[in-house]
């Protein structure tokens, strides 16, 4: 198969390690991949420069923020140009509208959703609603949600529209485990709202007030500066603002624990990267991490968004026992490996051959 895969752009973040580590899978299998960046990429660009050789690249040249009617033509005539079999989009679906529209019948569009469908993409979605409906009810994007929490939000927001339910997956680690620091917590993310950061800054702070010999790093783009001035307050030597960093993994597998106190999600990379290296997760209760996390097993479940709630989370892993320390991180690597990629690579192989085969439409 010819497959196209188009995101905005391929740095750090979640969905950019996902949709890297799943292109590469799936061109090594055979298949002829393709990978377009709407953003320009550069020799920093971290995701970018991770893709398998086999891969085509593509970028779109854009280098300044919003939409411009430029960059659905200049899709429209990448398609062309390619002739894929199938195209797989990742978020703003606006780019992809014009492109859906002249080619649904001849190219099979799949579209990941990778949060929640109503926080999914965003003005431009939100005010295209009734349009994605319509190409979602009749089939013209075959949608693929990816956690129980995001496809009852599709059913919600779509109304009973066909979809797919495919877990998101990660390369496996094959280094042996290193030494843990079991002080050193590690959060990884944007500074966004989502992230909710600053509740994080806020516990950390109240445990180092009372005594607690911990260090958290905050690694992330700064994408959010309004988020981040009011983070600074709490900064201090135990609470670091790390910035942007390729090595993600490489820091999971030396820090105790990793911190992800969200306020809503799709199906987080770096839980499964936290998993993966025995880095014991301690999260809110929000999207794919209640799929995956079974509290006091593999991780620990905030029972509420709050600063109360997330801090008794902490105590309870900085009050483990060494043996029930090595229980978890046990059951965490485990855990990790029904999320490996290849599995992953294999179902989306599937969903491109069949994408024209949706389930029957129930009435909306």
């Known amino acids: 198969m010819r497959i196209l895969h188009i995101h905005t752009a391929f740095d750090t973040g979640g969905i950019e390690t996902f949709v890297t580590a799943l292109v590469n899978q799936i061109a090594q299998q055979g298949h002829e991949l393709h990978v377009c960046s709407i953003f320009q990429p550069d020799a920093s660009t971290i995701c970018w420069n991770r893709l398998d050789q086999r891969i085509i690249r593509h970028t779109l040249g854009k280098t300044r923020r919003g939409f411009s009617l430029r960059e659905p033509f200049a899709i429209l005539r990448l398609i062309r140009n390619i002739r894929p079999d199938v195209v797989h989009v990742h978020g703003f679906i606006a780019y992809y509208m014009l492109s859906v529209l002249l080619f649904h019948r001849r190219i099979h569009f799949v579209y990941t959703l990778h949060s929640t469908a109503e926080k999914e993409g965003n003005q431009w979605d939100s005010r295209l609603h009734l349009l994605k409906h319509f190409f979602f009810r009749h089939g013209w994007i075959t949608a693929v949600t990816i956690s129980h929490e995001s496809d009852l939000s599709f059913d919600n927001y779509y109304h009973y529209c066909p979809r797919q339910l495919i877990y998101n997956g990660i390369e496996l680690p094959t280094s042996a485990p290193c030494p843990k620091d079991e002080w050193?917590?590690?959060?990884?993310?944007?500074?966004?709202?989502?992230?909710?950061?600053?509740?994080?800054?806020?516990?950390?702070?109240?445990?180092?007030?009372?005594g607690y010999p911990i260090k958290l790093q905050i690694a992330g783009e700064l994408q959010d500066e309004s988020i981040f001035h009011q983070m600074e307050a709490y900064l201090c030597p135990q609470i670091e603002y790390?910035?942007?960093?390729?090595?993600?993994?490489?820091?999971?597998?030396?820090?105790?624990?990793?911190?992800?106190?969200?306020?809503?999600?799709?199906?987080?990379?770096?839980?499964?990267?936290?998993?993966?290296?025995?880095?014991?997760?301690?999260?809110?209760?929000v999207g794919g991490i209640k799929d995956v996390i079974?509290?006091?097993?593999?991780?620990?479940?905030?029972?509420?968004?709050?600063?109360?709630?997330?801090?008794?989370?902490?105590?309870?892993?900085?009050?483990?026992?060494?043996?029930?320390?090595?229980?978890?991180?046990?059951?965490?690597?485990?855990?990790?490996?029904?999320?490996?990629?290849?599995?992953?690579?294999?179902?989306?192989?599937?969903?491109?051959?069949?994408?024209?085969?949706?389930?029957?439409?129930?009435?909306?």
């Open 184 to 210: 050193l917590f590690i959060h990884a993310g944007r500074i966004t709202e989502a992230k909710n950061q600053l509740m994080l800054c806020r516990v950390f702070r109240r445990l180092v007030e009372e």
């Open 242 to 285: 790390i910035g942007r960093q390729a090595d993600i993994p490489q820091r999971m597998s030396a820090a105790g624990a990793m911190c992800l106190p969200s306020l809503w999600e799709g199906m987080p990379i770096t839980l499964f990267e936290a998993l993966a290296t025995r880095c014991i997760p301690i999260c809110t209760a």
């Open 294 to 364: 079974t509290d006091g097993e593999n991780g620990f479940l905030a029972e509420q968004i709050s600063d109360e709630s997330y801090y008794q989370a902490l105590m309870r892993y900085i009050r483990l026992s060494v043996a029930d320390r090595t229980r978890m991180r046990n059951n965490s690597q485990l855990t990790a490996q029904r999320y490996d990629i290849a599995t992953t690579a294999q179902q989306y192989i599937h969903l491109y051959k069949h994408a024209n085969l949706t389930a029957p439409i129930k009435p909306c």
